[in-house]
T-cell receptor, first 112, second 116 residues
């Protein structure tokens, strides 16, 4: 089967750096995505790692180590608007690689 | 460019009643997904369409849930009859890739269903 683990809550202060970890177990790993969701809003795509290493997009970076079944999302220069839930999602090789399996989400609270 | 459109945004029904949700994906996106999201959880895939074909409906409770995407564009998800445990947010998403040709998924705002 498949499973993902990420912390349920993280708190940080404005301007700081925070890392949200994600470990996964899957029989057919194809890639790791990250999505952001504000309260009552739609999940929005942040980043995707298909290969090992770091992907950088502005203040957000995402890292993948396939040998460790581990990835993380790094948020720099935190802003109040970054308070949201962050989901890692494994792209599963089955069903022609089109299936995303989401973690439970990490609720990030950014304090002044 | 318009995003994924869903309606209604909110729906309150009594148990055993039928309910339907509608989704219009981003123009040109051939892959459409329906997800269920419970409070404090991540989205869970119910069904995935590539054009008109349901390529993954393994998670759809077929005794009460049905979906269609007749012309390969908009889609309807139906529950009949609804149960208390169906209260959740139903998300629709679309993407321009198929299968291994990955593209990010764009989500709609969801329909929040409350079953009383």
């Amino acid at each position: 089967g498949q499973s993902l683990e990420q912390p349920s809550e993280v708190t940080a202060v404005e301007g700081a750096i925070v890392q949200i970890n994600c470990t996964y177990q899957t029989s057919g790993f194809y890639g790791l995505s990250w999505y952001q969701q504000h309260d009552g809003g739609a999940p929005t795509f942040l980043s995707y790692n298909g290969l090992d290493g770091l992907e950088e997009t502005g203040r957000f970076s995402s890292f993948l180590s396939r040998s460790d079944s581990y990835g993380y999302l790094l948020l720099q220069e935190l802003q109040m608007k970054d308070s949201a839930s962050y989901f890692c999602a494994v792209r599963d090789r089955h069903n022609q690689g089109g299936k995303l399996i989401f973690g439970q989400g990490t609720e990030l609270s950014v304090k002044p | 460019e318009a995003g994924v459109v869903q309606s209604p945004r909110y729906k309150i029904i009594e148990k055993k009643q039928p309910v339907a949700f509608w989704c219009n994906p981003i123009s040109g996106h051939n892959t459409l997904y329906w997800y269920l999201q419970n409070l404090g959880q991540g989205p869970e895939l119910l069904i995935r369409y590539e054009n008109e074909e349901a390529v993954d409906d393994s998670q759809l409770p077929k005794d009460r849930f049905s979906a269609e995407r007749l012309k390969g564009v908009d889609s309807t998800l139906k529950i009949q009859p609804a149960e208390l445990g169906d209260s959740a947010v139903y998300l629709c998403a679309s993407s321009s890739g198929q299968g291994y040709s990955y593209n990010e998924q764009f989500f709609g705002p969801g329909t929040r269903l409350t079953v009383l």
